[in-house]
Nanobody
Framework: QVQLVESGGGSVQAGGSLRLSCAVS??????????MGWFRQAPGKEREEVAI???????RYADSVKGRFDISINNAKNTLYLQMNSLKSEDTSIYYC??????????????WGQGTQVTVSS
């Protein structure tokens, strides 16, 4: 099992920054082979992949956030981060972190956090 708890959301003005955190725990995470990611979903809209990182150090970003967001992980603290800079109003959403025990980052993430709200005002 893996448990994920997001934090760090809030309200900021356009152009500002936030850093989201995702605390990871559980026996499944100690396996060390993983793909983790940040996703966002606004009411009435489909879930969108924002950024992914795996245990090989590979990352990928949505075109809409590339160059503005940075995904990283501190394995010693068992915490995933999403540094968000130059925020835009369209970044407003609920952000979720997700975990998969496969390094190759399949389409299905079996574990999800509860989400944290990010609101960007213009």
């Amino acid at each position: 099992q893996v448990q994920l708890v997001e934090s760090g959301g809030g309200s900021v003005q356009a152009g500002g920054s936030l850093r989201l955190s995702c605390a990871v725990s559980g026996s499944g995470y100690t396996y060390r082979s993983y793909c983790m990611g940040w996703f966002r979903q606004a009411p009435g809209k489909e879930r969108e992949e924002v950024a992914i990182i795996n245990s090989l150090g590979r990352t990928r970003y949505a075109d809409s956030v590339k160059g503005r967001f940075d995904i990283s992980i501190n394995n010693a603290k068992n915490t995933l981060y999403l540094q968000m800079n130059s925020l835009k109003s369209e970044d407003t959403s609920i952000y979720y972190c997700a975990y998969d025990g496969n390094w190759y980052c399949g389409s299905d993430f079996p574990y999800w956090g509860q989400g944290t709200q990010v609101t960007v005002s213009s």
